[in-house]
């Protein structure tokens, strides 16, 4: 909850002057049940039907009043909670944007979803509640004790007797369906991971014919769901039936002692009708208690969820120049980017009590002492099989991970001495399964940055994209779908490449961004990045040698181990891996 005060704080005046709307709207509902009983015991009884006409006219103005204001309230506490809920996902989505790769694969993007929407929801609702039923609910039933004691202290006694019993049981299960509703929000974000890969994979599916296979993986997460869901709204709904029978008992209480009170001559008829109405206020403001108990006991778990993210500790801050690792030798002139001596694993403790908190086991180590050098303006190709670690160095040299040992430096600096934004802004990058937004292919090259028309135009040349970006209907303005749907493979790629060229970076890094194209339209490429792009640093992720056959240094990965380094020459003299590479797929020509 203390998340959900700290960002209503913001709202605070707007949310007060809702509240007193709502406290006096609650007063003129409390007001009807008074003028009535006093209509039928004084006013009747005097036979001046002017008066009653007055005293008619009063109870209608009370009850136009109660309905107007409660319109007004409500409509400033749907405001309120839009605001908030607004201020909570625009919060945690800044954070989502700026965490860790470490951290972000703790938390697992399925997760991550389900607390941008159903968590922060569920906060909305309770916002939203917590504005008209905190004040409408306490007022009606202590308001209503407080009057009915002034009508008739024996008939409210029975009131007395009852609230403390209902309260207590409310309170109780309460604090027992916070826990619950976080294992629901926890089962929710494996049914969320489910659909997620079964949406974005379902071409796989259907080709592998596994629909029934993922429809029955699919329904023992979302039957986990339910019945996690079943279980929390079991204890949450046990005061609902108890109120209601307490309810039902009470109200036969006070029709049973009233009518004996009034027969006895011990008070007035008007009462008991004023009586059970203020009665049935007072029940109905301790099951809206109940009611909101429930929503603050969801939303206090989905509150703890969204501040689990947000309180997640930077474990990548800017380092001085100072703290940082220095180089084990000088830079020379030309040079550029150097790893020294990395060694890296996923999954990595960050502090220890962070660890403990949100991650799972260690994984093994996925690089292994990996150093080499390039100068400004060279190239390297990294090949070797699948999982060897080619994406990892990647992910390292742009800081979307920490090494766990030796250092990455880049123009002579550690890059954890770099603000992210300042490091990031020398990369051009493609990588693997990259995205395509649902928007026009200017604005998916351009993305958002200063990119000229002329370099446009030059970025989509060198890509070997103008060809089929000129057959199309609106050429650049042409809109792609989601993830490139309506796009070709090789197209998306293009488009991709395109982007990484459009502001000329002073590192271009593809990580098998070639996959799809033909080997005339990737030896095109290749020529015009080296013709039009030669001041860019090369980095090329590829499985084809004939890629990287033409870089200045080639670095053969094998299981996270750096097995060979130099050109094509040399590896074809010193390394039988990379020979053995090149024989499988030239033809030993």
């Given at each position: ?89 625009k919060a945690l989505f800044e954070k989502t944007s700026n965490l860790s790769g470490t951290t972000f694969d703790a938390f697992g993007l399925p997760s991550l979803t389900s607390r941008m929407t159903s968590d922060s929801y569920n906060v909305q609702s309770c916002v939203q509640m917590l504005q008209t039923l905190c ?455």
């Amino acid at each position: 909850m203390q998340l959900i005060l700290r960002y209503m704080r913001k709202y605070i005046k707007s949310i007060t002057v809702g509240m007193g709307i709502k406290f006096l709207a609650t007063m003129m509902t409390l007001l009807l049940p008074y003028l009535l009983e006093y209509l039928i015991d004084y006013i009747v009884p005097m036979g001046k039907l002017s008066r009653m006409f007055l005293w008619g006219i009063l109870m209608v103005f009370s009850a136009y009043a109660s309905w107007r204001l409660n319109v007004a309230a409500n409509r400033n506490a749907v405001k309120n909670a839009h605001f908030v809920s607004y201020d909570i996902r625009k919060a945690l989505f800044e954070k989502t944007s700026n965490l860790s790769g470490t951290t972000f694969d703790a938390f697992g993007l399925p997760s991550l979803t389900s607390r941008m929407t159903s968590d922060s929801y569920n906060v909305q609702s309770c916002v939203q509640m917590l504005q008209t039923l905190c004040v409408r609910a306490p007022i009606l039933m202590i308001g209503g004790i407080a009057v009915t004691m002034t009508m008739d202290r024996v008939l409210s006694g029975i009131l007395c007797l009852m609230l403390p019993i209902l309260i207590g049981v409310i309170v109780l299960v309460s604090y027992k369906g916070i826990p619950l509703y976080t294992k629901v929000q926890d089962r929710l974000d494996e049914v969320v991971r489910i659909m997620r890969e079964n949406i974005t994979g379902i071409r796989v599916v259907k080709a592998l014919s596994k629909t029934e296979y993922e429809k029955r993986r699919f329904h023992k997460g979302n039957e986990a769901l339910m019945k996690q869901d079943v279980i929390a709204s079991t204890v949450m709904a046990i005061p609902g039936p108890f109120m209601q029978t307490c309810l039902n008992i009470g109200l036969t209480l006070v029709v049973y002692v009233g009518a004996v009170r009034v027969n006895n001559g011990q008070m007035k008829p008007g009462v008991i009708l004023a009586f059970l109405t203020y009665f049935n206020l007072i029940m109905q403001s301790v099951m809206a208690l109940n009611r909101m108990f429930m929503m603050i006991s969801k939303a206090s778990a989905s509150a703890d969820r969204i501040d689990l993210v947000l309180a997640a500790k930077d474990d990548q801050k800017v380092l001085t120049l100072e703290n940082a690792k220095k180089p084990e030798e000088s830079f020379g002139e030309e040079e550029f980017i150097r790893f020294e001596h990395v060694n890296f694993t996923y999954n990595q403790a960050i502090e220890e009590n962070n660890r403990d908190a949100f991650f799972g086991e260690k994984q093994e180590q996925c690089l292994y002492d990996i150093s080499f050098r390039i100068k400004r303006g060279e190239s390297l190709g990294i090949i070797g099989p699948t999982g060897c670690g080619k994406t990892t160095i990647i992910n390292l040299l742009m800081r979307f991970y920490d090494v766990e040992d030796g250092a990455v430096f880049v123009d002579g600096k550690d890059v954890r001495t770099y603000d992210k934004d300042e490091l990031h802004r020398k990369f051009g990058v493609v990588f693997q399964n990259d995205v395509i937004f649902n928007d026009t292919l200017r604005n998916n090259i351009v993305f958002g940055r200063a990119v000229g028309d002329e370099q446009l135009q030059g970025a989509v040349q060198d890509a070997m994209a103008e060809e089929f970006v000129s057959n199309l209907r609106d050429g650049l303005d042409y809109m792609a779908e989601i993830k490139g749907a309506n796009l070709s493979g090789g197209q998306k790629q293009r488009v991709l490449i395109a982007r990484a060229l459009a502001a000329n970076p002073e590192i271009l890094i593809l990580d098998d961004s070639s996959s799809a194209l033909d080997y005339r339209t990737d030896a095109a490429l290749r020529k015009a990045i080296a013709a039009h792009h030669q001041n860019s640093t090369l980095i090329m992720v590829a499985q084809r040698i004939s890629s990287v056959q033409g870089m200045t240094n080639i670095l053969v990965m094998d299981n996270g181990r750096c097995i060979g380094y130099g050109n094509h020459e040399y590896l074809m003299e010193n390394c039988d891996e990379y020979r053995e590479i090149y024989e499988a797929q030239m033809g030993g020509m």
